[in-house]
């Protein structure tokens, strides 16, 4: 794994992966194989509104990145629920 990418929650994700050259298994991370029957729609919303917030107040709330700020919150929030 090369190139690693630091996500705006601070967690350093590789941006490639090459499974077949490196003879990689992924594993699903345990604590999102039943997640999804834990929380409700309005929760995830919820936390991604939170997380999105957060996103915004990092970059001093400038305008026009609000679009931006949920979608990566989205992102980042279903990576861990879904």
């Known amino acids: 794994m090369t190139n690693d990418k630091e996500l705006a929650s601070g967690i350093t994700s590789p941006t490639i992966i090459n499974i077949e050259k490196d003879n ?3 594993p ?3 604590h999102t194989h039943n ?3 834990k929380i409700s729609e309005e929760q995830r919303k919820e936390m991604i509104a939170i997380y999105a917030y ?3 107040e990092q970059r001093g709330f400038t305008t026009g990145y609000e ?3 949920w979608l990566t919150a989205e992102a980042e929030i279903n990576m861990y629920i879904i």
Do not use: G, K, N, Y
């Open 67 to 69: 679009v931006c700020d």
């Open 35 to 37: 997640s999804i029957d």
């Open 28 to 30: 699903m991370p345990e």
């Open 24 to 26: 990689m298994q992924l």
């Open 54 to 56: 957060f996103l915004a």
